[in-house]
């Protein structure tokens, strides 16, 4: 945005402010962006197969120990050594390939 108006005070300013309102503006955009990268190195990016650890899935078909669960609109094949049946809530909390394991969840109503 800087640069924009940098731009803009180059064609309407009379030299030689039309030359210092374009190198400011570019100064100013060059300095918003390095605080931008900054500000953002603090966050790292989770997605793919790593992102779905640690969130619920509802059984669709009951995991004994296999079976098929729905995680945000997605159907995954699934494993839970514990065993859930199905309409029930779950928690993933391992990705293999393909295949998520799962652990049931206590007192988490259905969907």
């Known amino acids: 945005m800087a640069l924009v108006a940098g731009f803009v005070g180059f064609i309407l300013l009379d030299p030689p402010l039309n030359v210092l309102a374009l190198v400011a503006g570019g100064v100013l955009e060059a300095g918003e962006a390095v605080l931008w990268v900054r500000y953002l190195k603090r966050f790292r ?41 199905e309409g029930e809530a779950v928690e993933v909390v391992a990705v293999d390939n393909l295949i998520l394991t799962v652990k049931p969840l206590p007192d988490a109503p259905p969907r």
């Not at 899935?57 to 494993?79: K, S």
């Open 45 to 85: 990016v989770t997605t793919g197969a790593e992102g779905l650890i640690g969130q619920r899935a509802d059984v669709v078909e009951a995991c004994e120990p296999r079976g098929r669960v729905r995680i945000m609109g997605e159907f995954w094949h699934a494993v839970c050594p514990e065993g859930a049946r």
